[in-house]
């Protein structure tokens, strides 16, 4: 069965999230490192395709509304 494209978005926004924390953590404990910068480039992926593909459901979500009428 294939994941629908929220679920897809949700587990997307989580790890964006989840990156974020582990990325803020990483800070206060040693500073801006490589390893810091590394997880803050990953979360701005994450959240950003998360909310792309929440975008991109609803746009098809209102052309398939849109083209039954």
Do not use: C, H
Request: no cysteine.
């Amino acid at each position: 069965m294939r994941p629908t494209p929220l679920f897809s978005a949700f587990i997307y926004i989580l790890l964006g999230v989840l990156f974020t924390y582990f990325a803020i953590e990483n800070v206060k404990q040693e500073g801006w490192g490589f390893f810091s910068w590394l997880l803050v480039i990953l979360a701005t992926f994450d959240l950003g395709a998360g909310i792309r593909i929440i975008m991109l459901y609803y746009k098809i979500k209102r052309a398939q509304t849109d083209k039954k009428k």
